[in-house]
């Protein structure tokens, strides 16, 4: 009989099934040989995706930014977060032209009454209401459905920019997370570390 790493083979000739993490690994090795066929392939194009991606994600950066200044002012009348997103606007976001704010990268111009800036399918954008300021500075408010954040210029994979209660900590300053960091901290299954630029990508997309 079949031996599968000194067990009876019940899962046939593939194995045993893969971890999430297995499969995480082998989808991420996969975009990378993809991403670097297509840079081969298509230098211009590559490189024309390459700069729309950033700009995306520059963009995003400023709206993270301007969006903890709006939740700060809120906060520092109120001693509290807002119950949703929409409840910033008007006195927090001083124009019509401010709710541009919340607009979904993927979906321009969707986002035309402030009510629109509580539809993540609108937004690219999911608030987590009932937060404290007393919470964890750790905690999450704020992070993208869908990652933009372009980390370095020496590697392609997208992050989800992530709003924390508090950005100044060493733990949170860097205000990106991949999505396995993202949905582990979200399920209360992880940490930040204390110092999270430790994870600074460095090799191949993941």
């Known amino acids: ?29 996969e975009r990378a040989e993809a991403l670097e ?6 230098p211009e194009g590559y490189a024309r995706e390459k700069a729309q991606r950033q700009a995306v994600s520059d963009e995003m950066d400023e709206k993270f930014r301007r969006l903890m200044l709006a939740f700060n002012l809120y906060a520092a009348d109120f ?30 111009g969707a986002v035309k009454a402030p009510q629109d800036a509580d539809n993540p399918e609108l937004t690219n954008l999911l608030y987590i209401p009932g937060r404290s300021l ?5 905690a999450i408010l ?3 459905k869908e990652p933009t954040k372009l980390a370095s210029s020496r590697d392609n ?10 950005p100044t900590l060493p733990a949170t300053r860097r205000g990106w997370l991949t ?25 191949p997309a993941p």
């Open 79 to 108: 001693n509290r977060f807002p119950p949703q997103l929409s409840d910033l606007h008007p006195h927090y976001l001083k124009s019509d032209l401010d709710l541009k704010l919340f607009e979904s990268p993927f979906r321009r």
């Open 157 to 166: 994979r997208l992050y989800h920019h992530v709003l924390f209660l508090d």
């Open 134 to 138: 007393y919470d964890l500075g750790t």
């Open 37 to 42: 066929r297509r840079r081969r392939e298509d």
């Open 179 to 203: 999505k396995r960091q993202l949905e582990r901290l979200l399920a209360g299954q992880a940490e930040l570390p204390a110092d999270a630029t430790a994870e600074a990508p460095s090799g």
């Open 142 to 144: 704020v992070y993208e």
């Open 1 to 29: 009989e079949k031996l599968w790493l000194g067990h009876f083979d019940v899962w046939g000739e593939d194995g045993p099934p893969k971890s999430a993490l297995d499969e995480e690994i082998g989808k991420a090795a």
